[in-house]
T-cell receptor, first 111, second 114 residues
Framework: DAKTTQPPSMDCAEGRAANLPCNHS???????VYWYRQIHSQGPQYIIH???NNETNEMASLIITEDRKSSTLILPHATLRDTAVYYC????????????FGTGTRLQVTL | GAVVSQHPSRVICKSGTSVKIECRSL??????MFWYRQFPKQSLMLMAT?????????EQGVEKDKFLINHASLTLSTLTVTSAHPEDSSFYIC??????????FGPGTRLTVL
């Protein structure tokens, strides 16, 4: 079973920030929070990950609460190309670590 | 970023035939590769973990004799769906870690069994 809970869908106007929440109340101390997205009929794309500090890269920002039980992915200026299913996953690091995908959040960016 | 390719991108076959799907890491070595399956409007489900030079590890409920996995080199893993049936029609996706914390996914192979 997936260890995260996400809203099934969200809408966002183009140019606005998209804030996607994720609950992971049973996260273990050695588990990171990963975000991936899947555009229709493509393989998932890595976005960002973090352990306990906030992280930012060219795609997004990741805000993790101090107790690590929830996080928010922020797309600062959403575009139509950001329309996708976004998956929040918790997993230990390591090249043999399996990722368990939940149902994700379907983000629809509109004009 | 790192690139993972899959071939073919889509395949249509008759029921009872076998289909081989290739997954390649194009610019790095992949000791471990993962195979996922995704049915329409559902999430990705991990099928098996492919380990170079050793037997694959299958998830519970996945028939190892039906989904044959071979990982003979550090850049190639293959998934063979044997005696395919219409219920095996799905989107098959492979992935691997290029860097320690980033798992890269292939573009997927859409299998349709008639």
């Amino acid at each position: 079973d997936a260890k995260t809970t996400q809203p099934p869908s969200m809408d966002c106007a183009e140019g606005r920030a998209a804030n996607l929440p994720c609950n992971h109340s049973t996260i273990s101390g050695n588990e990171y929070v990963y975000w991936y997205r899947q555009i229709h009929s493509q393989g998932p794309q890595y976005i960002i990950h973090g352990l306990k500090n906030n992280e930012t890269n060219e795609m997004a920002s990741l805000i993790i609460t101090e107790d690590r039980k929830s996080s928010t992915l922020i797309l600062p200026h959403a575009t139509l190309r950001d329309t996708a299913v976004y998956y929040c996953i918790v997993s230990p690091t390591g090249t043999a670590s399996k990722l368990t995908f939940g149902t994700g959040t379907r983000l629809q960016v509109t004009l | 970023g790192a690139v993972v390719s899959q071939h073919p991108s889509r395949v249509i076959c008759k029921s009872g035939t076998s289909v081989k799907i290739e997954c390649r890491s194009l610019d790095f070595q992949a000791t471990t590769m993962f195979w996922y399956r995704q049915f329409p409007k559902q999430s990705l489900m991990l099928m098996a973990t492919s380990n170079e030079g050793s037997k694959a590890t299958y998830e519970q409920g996945v028939e190892k004799d039906k989904f044959l996995i071979n990982h003979a080199s550090l850049t190639l893993s293959t998934l063979t769906v044997t005696s395919a049936h219409p219920e095996d029609s799905s989107f098959y996706i492979c992935s691997t870690y290029a860097a320690y914390n980033e798992q890269f996914f292939g573009p997927g192979t859409r299998l349709t069994v008639l």
